[in-house]
């Protein structure tokens, strides 16, 4: 499989592009100390401005390969980053992705995590050559069964990571879109 790694693209109020160092202050505010943010994304806490900067370089490093996809959410009108929305599996032998997301607390509610879900799905099929994008949530996190709930992905039975892993999701919600 051909990968593209993370190639920006936009939305109507998003930028989404890769991680910069410019993003540290807004990682560590908005979403990364969070642990309302962190904890519902299944994520550690980072503590410190120092452990989210180590975090931000680990991002910046793993660019060097094209086979990766995280995109840092930039709020068009503030300029801050205020979220991330990655591929935080790739299945390059089946041509699957599993896509992952966060949005910062402050920006919960107004639709951010969705729109940026909707522009990586609409970049990555019209760009590269995934066929299909799995996600899923545990149950408890309702804010993100919501997101998934609202987006053109539908339920499926299971996805690759579970596959691959000879298990059957317990206490996770499994959603898939395939390219038309």
């Not at 943010?37 to 410190?48: D, F, I, K």
């Not at 975090?55 to 840092?72: E, G, H, P, V």
């Not at 994008?133 to 039975?157: C, F, P, Q, W």
């Not at 996770?172 to 395939?178: L, Q, V």
Request: negative net charge; hydrophobic residues 35%.
């Amino acid at each position: 499989m051909k990968h593209i790694g993370t190639s920006m693209f936009e939305t109507e109020r998003l930028l989404c592009r890769r991680f910069e160092e410019k993003d540290l202050d807004d990682m560590f505010v908005n979403w990364a100390s969070d642990p309302m943010v962190q904890l519902e994304y299944g994520e550690p806490v980072y503590s410190t401005k120092d452990e989210t900067g180590e975090l931000l370089k680990a991002y910046m490093n793993s660019y060097s390969s094209l086979d990766i996809y995280r995109f840092a959410i930039i709020e068009k009108i503030s300029g801050k980053n205020i979220g991330q929305i990655a591929l935080c599996k790739v299945y390059s032998d089946s041509a699957i992705g599993e896509i992952e997301y966060c949005i910062g607390q402050k920006y919960w509610g107004n639709g951010y995590a969705g729109e940026a879900l909707s522009g990586l799905i609409k970049h990555l099929f019209s760009n590269s050559e995934f066929v299909r994008l799995e996600a899923y949530h545990r149950i408890e996190n309702d804010k993100s069964g919501k997101v998934l709930k609202k987006s053109s992905m539908h339920i499926t039975d299971n996805v690759e990571r579970f596959r691959r892993l000879g298990e059957e999701p317990v206490g996770e919600i499994c959603y898939c879109i395939e390219k038309q």
